[in-house]
């Protein structure tokens, strides 16, 4: 998977710099969607989608082997995901309500 073709909107990047800057890729995801889909019907799954308004990208593929996640970064680093990472929305969510945020 490559982490630079994630559609990411703006209003999330926002909300993540106030939260005190978690990254946004691997904060909640509510809303978000990865679909696994035939090599043969890609565009007409991204079309479906960008005509219906929803950002959409091709962002990697499924091959055989053990069931982890590849996931290269922006500068070339490629790192393999094994479990889920801890989300950081939560513990920031709990520092904005302690401190009263508002």
């Known amino acids: 998977m490559e982490r630079a073709r994630i559609p990411l909107p703006p209003e999330a ?42 950002a959409a990208a091709e962002v990697g593929a499924v091959v055989a082997g053990s069931g982890r996640l590849l996931l290269r970064e922006p500068d070339g680093e490629v790192r393999t995901l094994i479990e889920p ?18």
């Not at 929305?89 to 945020?101: D, G, Q, S």
Request: glycine share 10%; proline share 10%.
């Open 13 to 54: 990047v926002g909300a993540c710099e106030a939260l005190g800057g978690i990254d946004p890729y691997w904060t909640l995801a509510e809303g978000a969607l990865i679909a696994t889909v035939p090599p043969g019907n890609v565009i007409e799954a991204l079309t479906a989608l960008t005509d219906a308004g929803i």
């Open 85 to 102: 990472e801890p989300d950081p929305y939560w513990p920031a969510y709990e520092r904005a309500v302690r401190e009263r945020w508002e």
